[in-house]
């Protein structure tokens, strides 16, 4: 199977301090991988690379395209798209608004079709439609950060940190709802320190420490490696 998002020896520097050494990773289509690691081992800056946010060398490929000098609007437009760990939603507008910006570059007139199944897929956001983004709970605000990343119709999906501040009840909701874009033929790359939870949605997984990818396999196995239960799984 050929990847949908390829990376191949991406390094990425702040200033001189190199923060990505030589990482290479892809994510096969209707796949969901994640990036497990401490902080600050530079999972958000790979993802930064990719949408476009920060320079790099090496190759980053979507769908056999070299997205180098491409700008941020034109990855999006061919299908990628980022959920940022902070969310930045729109606070001040309703949740129905910022669902509908995230449509802003489509052309097409299945909007409202797609307004509709994000209300089925999160009701949470339908009963609460008409209120303000920054009146949401914690749980809503990133159901609504992937609803509107939804609304783009992304062929993959990028999502940094997504069970970040949230309590353990709706932790298990939103990785449900990630694991469910598989059935739409929705591709994840995930970024997330909640190991465990990571690994159990994921097909495959890396390990990025101090900006270098130090293991990798599918999901099931580094769930039961031992060494990286002592590390980043502590006990069941």
């Known amino acids: 199977m050929s990847a949908l998002l390829s990376l191949d020896n991406v390094s990425v520097a702040y200033d001189k301090a190199e923060a990505v050494r030589k990482a290479s990773l892809s994510v096969e289509q209707g796949r969901i991988v994640t990036v497990i690691g401490p902080n600050g081992a530079g999972k958000t800056t790979l993802l930064m690379a ?8 090496g190759r980053i490929a979507f769908d056999g395209v070299d997205l180098s000098g491409l700008e941020v609007e034109e990855r999006v437009e061919r299908g990628l798209c980022l959920v940022p760990e902070k969310r930045e ?12 910006l995230g449509a802003w570059s489509r052309r097409d007139r299945g ?26 709970s914690g749980g809503e605000r990133q ?28 932790v298990r909701e939103i990785f449900k709802a990630i694991a469910s874009l598989r059935e739409i033929g929705v591709s994840i790359l ?38 990286l239960i002592a590390t980043y799984l502590g006990s069941r």
């Open 143 to 170: 159901m609504l950060a992937l609803g509107r990343a939804l609304m783009m119709r992304p062929r993959l999906l990028m999502l940094d940190e997504p069970s970040l501040g949230l309590a353990p009840l709706i």
């Open 111 to 136: 909007v409202a079709t797609d307004l509709a199944n994000v209300f089925a897929r999160f009701p949470r956001l339908d009963e609460r439609r008409r209120q303000t983004a920054g009146t949401l």
């Open 89 to 100: 939603l729109f606070a001040e507008l309703s949740v129905l608004d910022n669902l509908r």
């Open 50 to 57: 990719t949408i476009g946010l920060l320079g790099f060398s």
């Open 190 to 227: 995930l970024v997330e320190q909640n190991a465990r939870a990571a690994l159990q949605t994921a097909d495959y997984g890396y390990i990025l420490e101090t900006g270098e990818i130090t293991r990798a396999g599918p999901a099931t196995e580094l769930l039961a490696n031992p060494a």
